[in-house]
């Protein structure tokens, strides 16, 4: 066994989790949460067990209730919505897509042309493009950029979804310059530091292994990339899994080496639950590969601390008297 590391939970699937468990525990429930608060099945589900409730729309929440937007962002629009229908609205956006969001808002001032690389549909894009509708244009890939069009050459800028592949991401940009030579870059990378780092680990197995489990749902855009992403560095075989109850025994038939890593909305309790799933079928020879190091955390959403702190001092006057 290759065991990748780092894998599972970045700072900002941690810090949106905890959001809605810390709402659930202030408020009592229901607390609402628009979307999924991150891309895992498992972590939907253990949610709604205390008492989350998750919609699609704001119109779904009664009003003047609580409701939490998940970790992907929103459009402008939502939360206006959510004002309009009195809604006591946190946002658990991630810091690092409000960063995209920013970029865009920005380079729509000065009258650019957005080229937002990603996949189309997926909430953080639908949430980035509602920044600036007039100035983006999505590329979803490589084979989109022929049909690119711009107003001005010399005024046009590529952002990107913060969970795509480093590589093909690379690959679009590199197709765009061939058209557009004077294309900008955003002032940092807008893929996310946790992104890479998992993409970095599963490049660093991949050529050992004859088989890659990635632990993730379907939906988790960063959980199918690293199943790409060793195809493509040389393992024979990968394999998306929410849980460890879907490995297929015939996936293991001759493997000797079987690598294993894990989305970053992905709680290390699953990683662990396939650990022993492998271990009772003969893979006890356990190595981490580690390619970095992370530290990076997030302070929960500010109207939540507000009213944590709120709700202490009240618990502390009310002790005092």
């Known amino acids: 066994m290759l065991l990748a590391q780092p894998r599972g939970y970045c700072a900002g699937v941690d810090r949106a989790v905890q959001t ?34 998750f919609v699609e729309e704001n119109d779904e929440v009664p009003e003047g209730a609580t409701v939490i937007f998940s970790a992907h962002g929103v459009a402008p629009e939502v939360h206006a919505q ?12 991630c810091p690092l897509v ?28 639908v ?38 592949s480093v590589d093909e991401t690379m690959a679009t940009v590199e197709r765009l310059k061939r058209r557009l ?39 988790s855009s960063n959980s199918v990339r690293l199943t790409e992403v060793a195809l493509d560095h040389g393992a024979r075989a990968s394999y998306l899994i929410d849980f460890a109850r879907e490995i297929d025994e015939a996936w293991l038939a001759g493997a000797s080496t079987v690598g294993l890593t894990s989305g970053a909305s992905v709680p290390e309790e699953l990683v662990q639950d396939v650990l022993a799933f492998l271990a009772a079928r003969g893979f006890t020879d356990v190595t981490a590969v580690d390619t970095a190091q992370e530290h990076l955390t997030f302070a929960l959403p500010p109207e939540l601390r507000r009213d944590m702190k709120a709700a202490a001092e009240a618990a502390a006057a009310r002790s005092a008297g």
Do not use: F, M
């Not at 493009?129 to 100035?135: I, K, L, S, T």
């Not at 992104?195 to 749902?217: F, H, M, W, Y």
């Open 20 to 53: 809605v468990e810390e709402a659930l525990t202030l408020y009592g429930a229901p607390v609402y949460v628009r979307k999924e608060i991150v891309h895992n099945k498992h972590v939907v589900t253990t949610l709604e067990e205390r008492g989350a409730i």
């Open 82 to 93: 959510a004002r309009a229908r009195s809604l006591k609205a946190i946002d658990a956006t």
């Open 98 to 125: 409000t960063k995209v969001h920013q970029e865009a808002k920005r380079y729509a001032a000065a009258d650019y042309d957005i080229l937002l690389i990603g996949h189309e549909g997926h909430e953080e894009v």
């Open 127 to 164: 949430g980035t493009a509602g920044e600036a509708p007039r100035h983006i244009q999505l590329v979803d890939g490589p084979d989109d950029v022929d049909a690119v069009t711009v107003r001005d050459p010399a005024k046009v800028v590529w952002l990107s979804q913060t969970t795509l």
């Open 181 to 219: 030579p004077l294309l900008e870059s955003p002032p940092s990378d807008d893929i996310c530091y946790a992104t890479q780092n998992r993409q970095v680990a599963v490049k660093e197995i991949a050529p050992e292994c004859d088989v890659v489990l990635v632990v993730g749902s379907r939906n």
